[in-house]
């Protein structure tokens, strides 16, 4: 079955760059779907940050936009997410996830994530 | 932005109770493109229903949605032992930024 894997740095000092991996086994990313990206802060409610589409169209939250990249390596199946200039809010658990839809020259669409990895928390601080 | 609402924050009932949540929107979620997720401490949120009333991939039937447009609703007709946890709506599609509502935490009364 499909599963995806967080891994990265546990803790980043201020002003630096977060970088996040998401290794997926048992489908090949290039084949469909969004790959997404999702963080909660402690004690706290979901936040999407944002996704790309496995031809490699990426949208963002408004709210983070200036700050995160998302990109895919279709060589290692997996997809990474960097956000910079982070602060202590940036601190939270961090998600990857699929989901469906698609990307056209008329349109987009998202769908709801159907699969999720275990989370993997970031602390930001000095 | 579509802004989700859901209420109660917490929702105190015994086992074998019925659970009722609410998510409203600030806005019509087209095609109710609305989705709910169950949360357990520690662990990732699990998709339950998705287009407002369609249950995921071995969701038990215990668990239904309903609603349209801004008002929509996730009903569990028994609770049982496992199901108390925290519950998010979610609104999805061509309306970005995709946004969660607050989460509704079902508690052991």
């Known amino acids: 079955q499909v599963q995806l894997q967080e891994s990265g740095p546990g803790l980043v000092k201020p002003s630096e760059t977060l970088s996040l991996t998401c290794a997926v086994s048992g489908y090949s990313i290039s084949s469909g779907y969004y790959w997404g990206w999702i963080r909660q802060p402690p004690g706290k409610g979901l936040e999407w940050i944002g996704s790309i589409y496995h031809s490699g169209s990426t949208y963002y939250n408004p709210s983070l936009k200036s700050r995160v990249t998302i990109s895919v390596d279709t060589s290692k199946n997996q997809f990474s997410l960097k956000l910079s200039s982070v602060t202590a809010a940036d601190t939270a658990v961090y998600y990857c996830?699929?989901?469906?839809?698609?990307?056209?020259?008329?349109?987009?669409?998202?769908?709801?994530?159907?699969?999720w990895g275990q989370g993997t928390m970031v602390t930001v601080s000095s | 932005e579509i802004v989700l609402t859901q209420s109660p924050g917490t929702l105190s009932l015994s086992p074998g109770e019925r659970a009722t949540l609410s998510c409203r929107a600030s806005q019509s979620v087209s095609s109710s493109y609305l989705a709910w997720y169950q949360q357990k401490p520690g662990q990732a949120p699990r998709l339950l229903i998705y287009?407002?009333?369609s249950r995921a991939t071995g969701i038990p039937d215990r668990f239904s949605g309903s609603g349209s447009g801004t008002d929509f609703t996730l009903t569990i007709s028994r609770l049982e032992p496992e199901d108390f946890a925290v519950y998010y709506c979610q609104q999805y599609g061509s309306s970005l930024p995709l946004t969660f509502g607050g989460g509704t935490k079902v508690e052991i009364k």
């Open positions: 996830a699929r989901s469906g839809g698609y990307d056209i020259l008329t349109g987009y669409y998202l769908d709801a994530f159907d699969i």
């Open positions: 287009g407002a009333s």
